[in-house]
């Protein structure tokens, strides 16, 4: 009888060892987790909420968060405004929740979902857009084509459609300068 008690002691000794290992590897496992955690991921987890992004001298925008890309977010301002992002324009995030999207495998398709095509989006619906760049600047007009390190942009006023006689100039803009991209609603802006 009191080798059944000893062992019972041993074993619950034992498991209380075990458990508090196990304690103590679960919060360096979490913060070794964390730190695989992209921004994009972040993000992704607030799709729905409302969120402020600075995106350093380009300024501070703000949104519903809809969708997001590999290096990119789309924001729905306010009116008819849509507000595409680039990540590497993000300086800091105001409004997550507390949640982060699963990490999505980086597959041949999710690779080309990036800011290129979401750009290319923008190409085929042919509406003005302001184009903020890193350094603030803001270029109006239409965006033409999307080259792979840059975007061409008709630039013309935002009430006018992209006619050949209210182009101004056509503005190459390299893609790692592109902070944000907003639509304009016809006649508002």
Not at 40 to 62: D, F, I, K, N, T
Not at 96 to 109: C, D, I, Q, W, Y
Request: glycine share 12%.
């Amino acid at each position: 009888m009191r080798w059944e008690q000893l062992f019972a002691d041993l074993q619950a000794e034992f498991d209380e060892a075990e458990a508090a290992a196990e304690r103590g590897e679960l919060g360096s496992r979490r913060r070794a987790e964390a730190g695989t955690v992209r921004l994009a991921e972040r993000l992704g987890g607030s799709v729905g909420r409302p969120v402020r992004l600075r995106c350093g001298p380009a300024g501070e925008v703000a949104g519903v968060l809809t969708a997001t890309g590999p290096d990119w977010v789309l924001l729905a301002g306010s009116g008819s405004r849509d507000l595409l992002v680039s990540i590497g324009a993000v300086d800091s995030v105001a409004g997550l929740s507390r949640l982060t999207a699963p990490p999505e495998a980086a597959g041949a398709v999710r690779a080309r979902l990036d800011l290129r095509w979401a750009l290319r989006a923008l190409v085929r619906d042919r509406s003005a857009v302001q184009v903020v760049v890193s350094d603030g600047s803001v270029h109006v007009g239409t965006l033409d084509a999307v080259g792979a390190d840059y975007v061409d942009l008709a630039e013309h006023d935002a009430d006018q459609p992209r006619r050949a006689g209210a182009v101004r100039g056509v503005r190459a803009i390299a893609l790692r300068a592109v902070a944000v991209v907003r639509t304009l609603a016809p006649g508002l802006d």
